[in-house]
Each structure stands twice: as C-alpha cells, then as structure tokens.
T-cell receptor, first 112, second 114 residues
C-alpha cells in the first residue's frame, strides 16, 4: 500500500526566511503533485513533477523530485504572509493517474 | 477558478438520509475523480470515471455510488448517511487541454450529517 508522509506537519516561519517541506513516499511512482489549500477552500495545483530530477519553480516556491530516493521537496524562499496555507504532496499510485495518495499536509504559518 | 463546478456547496442532512453531489468537469476533460476530505482520514480518493466508465476505485463505501453521464458530468450518491460521513467532498477533473497531467479540483461540497 502506497504511503505518503510529509514533514514537518506544522511550520511556523518568519517573513523573509527560507524553509523546506519534505515529502516521502513508499513505493515507486513517477508522478508527484503539490497542492495548496487555504482554510475551507479548494486545492490549488502548484506543481506536477513527472520525472526523476524534475525541478519546477513558481515565484517563491520551488519543487523537486528524486524518484530513486522517493522524495520530493518544496522549498520556500523569503517567505511572505500570503504563503500561509496548508501544502499537500500527492503521489500517483497504480495505473490510474488520477488516483492520488495524499500526504497529511503541512500547515504553514508565516509571521511578520 | 479551476473550471470544475460542484453543487451544492453546503448540505446539512440527517442520519439515514440520501444525498446526491453533482460535478461538472472542466471543458474537454474526460476524467472525473471524487475525493473525500475529513479531519480524521485526510484526503482520500474515492472513485474515478473516464468518459462514462469506471476506471479506478479507492476507499469508497458500499453505501456510496457514482456515475458519469454522456455529457461528462458526474454525480456522487451517498446513502444511509452516518455522522462519520460528514466531510468535504471534492470533485476533480483532468485529461483536457491546458496541461493534461494537471488534476484540477472543484470548490467542494460540504456535507454535514446531524
């Protein structure tokens, strides 16, 4: 059974600082997603990582994928308050590309 | 706005009742997925349909069923509702233009069972 674990689960950051969220998964997969969720809202797609060594960046967020280590990272650069949200990684399991197994989520709070 | 439309947004119903959640996928998307988000279980995949046919099944209870119609909209039927079914139910879609790998989520339907 595919398991996805994120750490940390809670992250309190100061504005301007850098930090990384880690996503480990238990079985082979070549497709990993990062989503952002504001409280009570939908899941906003941030990145889709499709191959080993894939790196994608958007604004202050950068995601990478190491399929051999079964690890993805979401790096936050110079955090700002607007980045406060819950971040989920999700991994494709099996042959259905829509069958995502989600991590527990990382609740990020950015303080002034 | 992801382009995935879900109705109703909020629903309160009593135990033992049956409800239907509706989803319209993004234009051109053939795949529709249903997910459940609750505090104790997190985000869980329920079921996928592709162009009207069931493609994959997850942790969907026997009391729940879904279908996708010829116009590609989908419905999730929840019956004999229990308190534990209270959750946020998401529909998602993919497979159309604008990034076929991306899976787009709707705003969700909040279900409260009392």
């Amino acid at each position: 059974e595919l398991k996805v674990e994120q750490n940390p689960l809670f992250l309190s950051m100061q504005e301007g600082k850098n930090y990384t969220i880690y996503c480990n998964y238990s079985t082979t997969s070549d497709r990993l997603y990062w989503y952002r969720q504001d409280p009570g809202k939908s899941l906003e797609s941030l990145f889709v990582l499709l191959s080993n060594g894939a790196v994608k960046q958007e604004g202050r967020l950068m995601a990478s994928l190491d399929t051999k280590a079964r690890l993805s990272t979401l790096h936050i650069t110079a955090a700002v308050h607007d980045l406060s949200a819950t971040y989920f990684c999700a991994v494709v399991g099996g042959t259905s590309y829509g069958k995502l197994t989600f991590g527990q989520g990382t609740i990020l709070t950015v303080h002034p | 706005d992801s382009g995935v439309t879900q109705t109703p947004k909020h629903l309160i119903t009593a135990t033992g009742q049956r409800v239907t959640l509706r989803c319209s996928p993004r234009s051109g998307d053939l795949s529709v997925y249903w997910y459940q988000q609750s505090l104790d279980q997190g985000l869980q995949f329920l079921i996928q349909y592709y162009n009207g046919e069931e493609r994959a099944k997850g942790n969907i209870l026997e009391r729940f069923s879904a279908q996708q119609f010829p116009d590609l909209h989908s419905e999730l039927n929840l019956s004999s509702l229990e308190l534990g079914d209270s959750a946020l139910y998401f529909c998602a879609s993919s497979g159309g233009q604008g990034g076929r790998h991306t899976i787009y989520f709707g705003e969700g339907s909040w279900l409260t069972v009392v």
